[in-house]
């Protein structure tokens, strides 16, 4: 069970998008829907920010948007606001009951 | 409101037993599956595993061996027990309640940092 892999920075100007990669296997990512995203601060716990791949859970702005392809899901953040700079982490379902961790991406509102 | 607690030594020795509890209210955890999810300094998030109240549980294949997770119904709480511990162990330690069985960690303690010291 390898950690999905992420770019470890992403950066944006305010207004504008940026879009985080996840890619996985046929095994995590390909094969499931439960792909998940967390928005992380300094010192917090995680958040959850999508689920099933697109869904966001109630209060998450929908400026956050998530898609799939193949073995890659992606977050897409536009409308950059200040607030955004934080840490991203996806997370697959890896059945039977396991679950992945990519490495996670700052991102940087410049 | 449901909130979720967990609680344990700061500081553990090395080659001994990492011991946590997830204390959970305003939710059973008959209702839910749970788990273990641990972020070493600067680093990033690894999945330890989860547990049914039934008792059922898995964990991450690379802890597998020294990895044990249990529920107690009586105290609505959950707990982790992670044996033979280094430095690499070092981490701040969450538990999470998933969304359904297969989903999300939809919401998270508020995470504890253990240090293992040799």
């Known amino acids: 069970q390898s950690a999905l892999t992420q770019p470890r920075s992403v950066s944006g100007s305010p207004g504008q998008s940026v879009t985080i990669s996840c890619t996985g296997t046929s095994s995590d990512v390909g094969a499931y829907i439960f792909v998940s995203w967390y928005q992380q601060y300094p010192d917090k716990a995680p958040k959850l920010i999508i689920y099933d791949v697109n869904k966001r859970p109630s209060g998450v702005p929908d400026r956050f948007s998530g898609s799939k392809s193949g073995n890659t899901a992606s977050l897409t953040i536009s409308g950059l606001q200040a607030e955004d700079e934080a840490d991203y982490y996806c997370c697959s379902y890896a059945g039977p009951y396991t679950w992945v961790f990519g490495g996670g991406t700052k991102l940087t509102v410049l | 409101q449901v909130q979720l607690q967990e609680s344990g030594p700061g500081l553990v020795k090395s080659s001994e037993t990492l011991s946590l509890t997830c204390s959970v209210s305003g939710v059973s955890i008959k209702s839910y599956y749970w788990s273990w999810i641990r972020q070493p300094p600067g680093k990033g998030l690894e999945w330890i595993g989860y547990i049914y109240y039934t008792g059922n549980a898995n964990y991450n294949p690379s802890l597998k061996s020294r990895v044990s997770i249990s529920a107690d119904t009586s105290k609505n709480q959950f707990s982790l027990k992670l044996m033979s511990v280094t430095a690499a162990d070092t981490a701040v330690y969450y538990c999470?309640?998933?969304?359904?069985?297969?989903?999300?960690?939809?919401?998270w303690g508020q995470g504890t940092k253990v240090t293992v010291s040799s």
């Open positions: 999470a309640r998933i969304m359904t069985a297969q989903d999300a960690f939809e919401m």
